[in-house]
């Protein structure tokens, strides 16, 4: 069970990003936002089926919508801050590995790790 705890601040690595987000088909991005909403109540604590930890301290959201499946890699860090480092829109059944450098390298920018 989710407990809750003090609210997470979601942040951007770029403005690209959040235009990025911003441009997804409309039912995926409501989906991402009732995910972010989530996620700034839970952090760390939201799982499968909303989040998904890839890995090294980098996860992935998981909204879904009419139009199909998105995948948003976010970092944390201290103080209870989330950053977004990238997003796409799914076309395959696996994750491209481009997708995933693009956002480990933002990770190492942002995160240091």
């Known amino acids: 069970m989710l407990h809750k705890n003090m609210s997470w601040t979601i942040d951007f690595y770029s403005e690209d990003v959040r235009l990025e987000i911003a441009a997804l088909p409309t039912g995926i991005r409501a989906a991402y936002v009732r995910l972010t909403e989530l996620l700034e109540e839970f952090g760390l604590d939201l799982r499968m089926p909303h989040s998904r ?39 395959t059944q696996e994750t491209p590995k481009r997708e995933i450098d693009v956002a480990r390298k933002r990770q190492k920018e942002v995160c240091g790790s």
């Open 53 to 91: 930890a890839m890995g090294s301290g980098l996860f992935e959201l998981r909204p879904r919508g009419k139009e199909g499946i998105a995948r948003v890699f976010y970092c944390t860090m201290v103080g209870r801050r989330i950053v977004v480092l990238h997003s796409f829109v799914k076309k």
